[in-house]
């Protein structure tokens, strides 16, 4: 089903969150290829984008290949946030500005930013306005439902961002306080849901094609954003993307496929960011392709140790004729059995 961010046609309900160190353009445009209808980059600070930070300004390019895509923005204050986004507007090929109003980390909230908006509605809107007075694009607000359970805006947030001329609206089901803990409450996405006019994205806790099709049904949201289950796992956006038009699941990936696309991840990163940096930053991602493989914990410890693309590459590749091999025997026995 196609939908609408502003005048930018997103052409189906799959949105892939953005996540910090995570959704840089190597893996959005994966997650494209994979059939993402959306994806926005990984939060960028207003102020490095104001003192034009050469690290912030890289953050900021976009590969053709991925549009629709919103670049996101956080800050404690209007002034910056609105200078920010102006940058955003003129010198970048984002199709969207994304405000974050979530992050919940402390160093992040200490400077009013990420999810300390959240304790106040009118300062919501007065921001957002000044945000979509000052630009051409539109500007989208993704938030959390509230600071903690006894300070929940969640409605009152999303109708202030939506008076305030927000395009759509992103919710993560989780109050500040929570963090990454307890579950999404999906009950209050509904009510945001109810109340909006403007398109909504569930977010929080979507591991599975029928997740997103649970929390499109339950809330009525526009589309379903996934995070965390689209780390190593982009078949997850294809299987959903699939699922909710056709109503058919797919297989899973093979660990073979995932090993492969796991080397493609990591040249596409070196492509961007060169290979000491890209190989740093794939240790992280990389144990994530080979989750739920069994005997892969000794691997994952020697991915997180490497150095250098060819050590990878031998980890994986060593793996996966382990993993062949095993997989051989298991159908000789079968055999004969
Ligand atoms: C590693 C990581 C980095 C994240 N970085 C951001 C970020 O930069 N901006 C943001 O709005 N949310 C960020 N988030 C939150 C996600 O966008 C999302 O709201 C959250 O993970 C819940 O969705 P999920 O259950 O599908 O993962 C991050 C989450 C993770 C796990």
């Keep these: 089903m196609k939908w609408k961010i502003g005048d930018v046609e997103i052409p189906n309900q799959v949105v892939v969150a953005p996540m910090a160190g995570v959704t840089n353009s190597a893996f959005r445009v994966i997650c494209k290829e994979f059939g993402a209808g959306y994806v926005v980059c990984e939060m960028i600070s207003d102020r490095g984008i104001m ?4 690290r912030t300004l890289n953050m900021m390019n976009v590969d053709p290949s991925e549009h629709p895509m919103g670049i996101q923005i956080f800050g404690g204050t209007k002034e910056t946030l609105v200078e920010a986004a102006k940058y955003v ?6 199709d969207v500005i994304d405000i974050n109003m979530g992050c919940p980390v402390n160093k992040v909230v200490k400077t009013d930013a990420g999810a300390r908006w959240l304790l106040d509605p009118n300062k919501v809107y007065e921001m957002v306005s000044s945000v979509t007075d000052a630009v051409k694009k539109p500007v989208t607000v993704k938030m959390r439902t509230g600071w903690d359970d006894k300070h929940i805006y969640a409605v009152e947030n999303a109708l202030a961002a939506e008076r305030a001329g927000a395009s759509a609206i992103a919710m993560h089901g989780r109050t500040r306080k ?3 803990t307890g579950h999404a409450d999906w009950n209050i996405l509904k009510e945001v849901a109810d109340h909006l006019t403007i398109p909504f994205m569930a977010n929080g806790d979507i591991r599975t094609p029928e997740d997103a099709k649970k929390v499109l049904d339950m809330t009525g949201a526009t589309a379903a954003m996934i995070g965390r289950a689209a780390m190593g796992n982009p078949w997850m956006l294809t299987r959903t993307e699939h699922y909710l038009e056709t109503g058919e699941l797919l297989p899973e990936a093979t660990p073979n496929e995932k090993i492969k696309m796991a080397k493609e991840h990591l040249n596409r990163l070196i492509d961007l960011k060169g290979e000491y940096v890209g190989v740093r930053e794939f240790r992280g991602l990389s144990t994530y392709y080979l989750k739920g493989i069994p005997r892969s914990a000794r691997t994952k ?5 490497a150095e250098t693309r060819d050590q990878m ?3 994986f590749d060593r793996f996966a004729e382990q993993t062949a091999e095993r997989e051989m025997k298991r159908a000789a026995r079968k055999q004969a059995q």
Excluded: S
């Design 313 to 315: 590459n031998e980890i």
């Design 178 to 180: 929570q963090m990454y």
């Design 51 to 54: 003192y034009h930070n050469k």
């Design 301 to 305: 410890a020697a991915l997180v140790e």
């Design 89 to 94: 507007d003129e010198h970048t090929a984002a």
